[in-house]
């Protein structure tokens, strides 16, 4: 159980177009969805943390225009990269946590490569 | 808030060597600990955790114990096989609403046979 599906795995776009990014809970309700960064051989970055209906709460330096975060359903988060720059490069991997954390704690989605150029 | 310390690699190790990562902490209360691994390209797996003092976490052969005595959860694998080569980090979540996860720098684990 607790499987948590992220797609695309890997995209690449032209600069000033934008990305969306899904990551859904396959087999339970994932009531939390947290969105990270990771740079080359470095440790994840929390970008931003959404509940099911609620806006996401950023983490400071990330811009929220920038990285739209919706939270629709206990299913389903999506992370939209606007107007995406070369800097935008990066992983980025989402995480959910479902109602019952002890039986669940913390999914992470296999991630995404997302390569602007 | 909480905040995990971990030791910094490359770790180079030759097939059925012993392993140790280390990782302490700082923490209000006696949170959850964490060591989730992350293979190349892929995003990151839960490998063992602990939620009280004293507990230990073991999977795949790999274990770590949770040590409030002296705040630690190291990392330990008694013989370590290629196909653990991987990025290992420790984590625990951060004090506050939302519980979100704070993670060590990972420590990269490269096995040769």
């Known amino acids: 159980g607790a499987v948590v599906s992220q797609h695309p795995s890997w995209v690449i776009c032209k600069s000033g177009t934008s990305v969306k990014i899904e990551c859904r809970s396959l087999d339970f309700q994932a009531t939390t969805m947290f969105w990270y960064r990771q740079f080359p051989k470095q440790s994840l970055m929390l970008m931003a943390t959404?509940?099911?209906?609620?806006?996401?709460?950023?983490e400071q330096g990330v811009e929220k225009d920038k990285f739209l975060i919706n939270h629709a359903s206990l299913t389903l988060s999506t992370l939209t990269v606007t107007s995406a720059h070369p800097e935008d490069s990066s992983f980025y991997i989402c995480?959910?946590?479902?109602?019952?954390?002890?039986?669940?704690?913390?999914?992470f989605g296999s991630g995404t490569r997302l390569t602007v150029v | 808030g909480n905040s995990v310390t971990q030791m910094e690699g490359p770790v180079t190790l030759s097939e059925e060597a012993f392993l140790t990562i280390n990782c302490t902490y700082t923490a209000t209360g006696y949170p959850s600990l964490f060591w989730y691994v992350q293979y190349p390209g892929e995003g990151l797996q839960l490998l063992l955790k602990?939620?009280?003092?004293?507990d230990k976490g073991s999977n795949k052969g790999f274990e770590a114990t949770y040590r409030k005595e002296t705040t630690s959860f190291h990392l330990e694998k008694g013989s370590v096989q290629v196909s653990d080569s991987a990025v290992y980090f420790c984590?625990?979540?951060?004090?506050?609403?939302?519980?979100?996860?704070?993670f060590g720098a990972g420590t990269r684990l490269a096995v040769h046979p």
């Open positions: 602990a939620t009280k003092a004293d």
């Open positions: 959404s509940n099911e209906g609620s806006k996401a709460t950023y």
């Open positions: 995480s959910a946590r479902g109602q019952g954390t002890a039986n669940y704690g913390y999914t």
């Open positions: 984590a625990l979540p951060l004090s506050g609403g939302y519980n979100k996860l704070i």
